[in-house]
């Protein structure tokens, strides 16, 4: 699951040509509900596991954890099938305890563990696959971002990125990159090394805040990262 970092780390992605059904749309509050995010399917053992954004699954500081959330892989409302191969109920939610407490932007990562479900009712990784995840490399990467942002089809279908993503200050341990994917973006896939053949690569970030010049920014993903992935795997 978990990948170590090349030397040459910046190299030009190729335009997103093939949209992964291992991606998908995050209802919070049921499905088509008005309130969701982004999120994508990660390779662990348990083949449950989800990694979207901390504030998809917990509002931060002060706040409460998000219920009934619905992923749906690769949904789009202008198909007559919107769900192409169903609809996976969480199970179990989790967040860093700096994102619940602090809402601390370099720990806005969340995992959503979920029930068997789809079409053929078994695990989404089953069903749609699982990215990889990469960890404790630069800031600065090569990288394709999918997402449902609301400033785009009002988020009714998944669009893509594409580009290098820069360190952001040195204030923080976060990745940027202009993309100008609003609302509903967020939680999406971060992807190094993606292949438009197989539709799968390393989720390097995930889509965390956009601000007024379009520009988004991610969390740096490092070894606590892939220990909160190693605990929702085990949540089920």
């Not at 053992?45 to 901390?54: D, E, H, P």
């Not at 809402?103 to 563990?113: A, E, F, I, K, Y």
């Not at 404790?136 to 089809?153: L, Q």
């Not at 594409?162 to 992807?191: E, H, L, Y």
């Amino acid at each position: 699951m978990a990948a170590t970092i090349a030397t040459n780390e910046i190299n030009a992605p190729d335009p997103v040509t093939n949209f992964s059904i291992t991606n998908g749309k995050l209802f919070i509050g049921g499905y088509e509900s008005g309130s969701w995010c982004s999120a994508s399917a990660i390779n662990t053992s348990s083949k449950r596991v989800l990694i979207t954004a901390g504030h998809c699954v917990h509002t931060g500081q002060g706040g409460t954890w998000h219920s009934n959330l619905v992923f749906v892989p690769r949904y789009n409302a202008f198909n007559a099938d919107r769900d192409p191969v169903g609809r996976f109920q969480a199970y179990r939610l989790r967040t860093f305890n700096e994102w619940m407490n602090n809402s601390n932007l370099n720990r806005d990562v969340g995992w959503v563990t979920t029930f068997s479900g789809g079409d053929w009712n078994t695990t989404v990784v089953d069903t749609v696959g699982g990215h990889g995840m990469a960890f404790n490399g630069g800031t600065g990467f090569d990288v394709s971002i999918f997402g449902y942002p609301s400033n785009h089809d009002g988020g009714n279908r998944m669009w893509a990125c594409w580009g290098t993503a820069v360190d952001n200050s040195i204030w923080d341990n976060r990745s940027k990159i202009t993309c100008n994917f609003g609302g509903g973006s967020s939680g999406g896939p971060w992807i190094w090394n993606y292949s438009n053949a197989n539709g799968l690569g390393y989720v390097r970030s995930v889509m965390s805040t956009v601000d007024g010049a379009g520009v988004n920014r991610g969390p740096y993903f490092d070894t606590a990262v892939r220990d909160g992935t190693d605990a929702a795997n085990g949540d089920w």
